[in-house]
């Protein structure tokens, strides 16, 4: 069994940097605003307060299961959520896959393999506990040609490693009968993936984060940390909540001590409490197809290539939604804006952040030619349907559509490696003392995430000694 998966945490050194901005607190109290929330609506209780022993920075699938998981854990503490959107789960949280992972992929005694592993029966427990959909329809990881059967072959053992249900080799025969129209000299067989709206679970998260006491700011974007001697007013509580955050707007809520889950901003939020540049956050854009719903009938479940160690990511396959439709792909390539869903979204900061840090040219240069050939899919559909009819060859361009994209916030190196542990950060002072960053959350962490939420809730009540 290969060697148990490193879990970092960083100390980070310095004081604020140059990106932090050196507001002056303001006393106008942040509004909080009335949100949908799953498929129902709440409105937070404009109480005015302001002040909380724990604030939860980031309102994605991450953050609102830390934020649940603590609150669930430590009733009495005053918790509150600061997202920066109208809505919960606005980002990768509403715009991935929506696949319930099993945890074939990862090194056998990895956090990363015991962390999807546990996260799946917690998903499955927790949707049926809440009443949202979801269907176990499986997935097949098809090996199109004999060069790929020794590594569908090494999934499996890795699969049975880590404790994955149900999983077993087929051959082309019962690939045949299990999707029709696949093609495929083997094929691995996991029943107990599914498929569920990852968007709809991380509101739900927020919606049980406030029926037991949490608060929830929307439309609050920090724009600094600062450490203050006194509590907003006239409070007699003195230095028991010295952590300032300051919003884009001037809001300002207080806290005793910070969580921030930032996702595709975690790197510059952490920047502003003095932590390092490093690892930096990257976004690679997703582009999917959509199939034709005439079409559908091609495709069954879920139907995922065999991985190339040779690439940094998966490739393309096809995956069934929760309202019936299907989508192929995605490619993988640089995202020009952290939060561009677009083709051709582009923000000049971003771009410059990206092509700025050397860890990216050193990933670009040694995978140039697979970047190009993402590049290029991303433009021509033809060359993107080209891929997957290695898999289903009755598939043609005029079957799909172009369909939605999300974009994953990527942690690399200096040396250009994807960061594959979770990266928790803290710092150095008063200020750093009281800030625990999730830096890194790594694929799946929606599957994860609330075995994720125990760790981070571990790593919060260790810090800060709740």
């Known amino acids: 069994m290969a060697a148990r998966g490193k879990f970092v945490f960083r100390v980070c050194t310095g004081i604020l940097g140059r990106n932090a901005s050196l507001l002056k607190p303001h006393t106008a109290s942040a509004s909080l605003q009335t949100m949908k929330i799953g498929r129902r609506q709440f409105c937070s209780s404009n109480t005015g307060q302001t002040e909380f022993d724990v604030v939860i920075v980031g309102g994605g699938i991450v953050g609102l299961a830390a934020a649940r998981e603590l609150i669930l854990r430590h009733p009495q503490l005053k918790l509150a959520v600061l997202e920066k959107e109208k809505e919960l789960a606005s980002h990768q949280s509403g715009h991935n896959s929506g696949v319930i992972h099993s945890g074939i992929y990862y090194t056998p005694g990895s956090l990363k393999a015991r962390l999807c592993v546990e ?165 690679f854009r997703g582009d ?56 051709l979204d582009f923000n000049l900061k971003d771009t410059v952040d990206a092509l700025g840090f050397k860890g990216l040219r050193k990933l670009v240069y040694k995978h140039w030619q697979f970047g190009v050939g993402e ?11 080209k891929q997957l009819q290695r898999y289903v060859p009755e598939l043609r361009v005029q079957d799909v559509t172009r369909g939605p994209s999300g974009v994953r916030a990527q942690a690399l190196d200096e040396e250009g490696q994807l960061v594959d542990d979770f990266v928790f950060d803290g710092g150095v002072g008063e200020l750093g003392s009281r800030m625990l960053h999730v830096r890194n959350a790594p694929s799946p962490a929606a599957t994860s995430s609330l075995a994720i939420a125990k760790m981070i809730a571990d790593e919060v009540q260790n810090k800060f000694e709740l």
Not at 156 to 165: A, I, L, M, P
Not at 205 to 234: H, I, P
Not at 243 to 259: C, D, E, M, P, S
Not at 377 to 385: C, K, P, T
Request: aromatic share 10%; with cysteine; charged share 25%.
């Open 288 to 343: 999917y197809l959509l199939l034709k719903p005439e079409k559908c009938h091609l495709v069954k479940g879920n139907i995922y290539p065999v991985p190339n160690p040779a690439f940094p990511f998966l490739g393309v396959h096809f995956t069934p939604r929760m309202d019936g439709s299907m989508w192929l792909g995605p490619n993988a390539v640089l995202a020009f804006k952290r939060e561009g869903y677009k083709l």
């Open 119 to 283: 996260g799946l029966e917690l998903a499955y427990k927790y949707c049926d506990d809440n009443n949202i959909p979801y269907k176990k329809c499986g997935k097949l990881i098809v090996a199109v040609d004999q060069e790929e059967v020794p590594r569908l072959e090494k999934l499996y053992e890795r699969g049975q490693q880590n404790g994955v249900k149900g999983l077993r080799l087929v051959g082309a025969e019962e690939i045949r009968e299990m999707e029709p129209h696949c093609q495929g000299v083997k094929a691995l067989d996991s029943p107990n993936t599914g498929i569920v709206d990852w968007g709809e679970v991380a509101k739900s998260y927020g919606s049980n984060f406030q029926q037991n006491g949490g608060q929830v700011f929307t439309e609050f974007e920090v724009a600094d940390f600062k450490t203050t001697k006194e509590s907003q007013g006239d409070s007699a509580e003195g230095l028991k909540y010295p952590v300032t955050i300051v919003g884009q707007n001037k809001q300002t809520v207080q806290a005793r001590y910070v969580l921030s889950c930032g996702g595709l901003y975690s790197d510059r939020l952490a920047e502003k409490s003095g932590c390092s540049s490093v690892p930096k956050i990257v976004g």
């Open 375 to 385: 590049l290029y899919r991303g433009f021509n559909m033809a060359a993107q349907v």
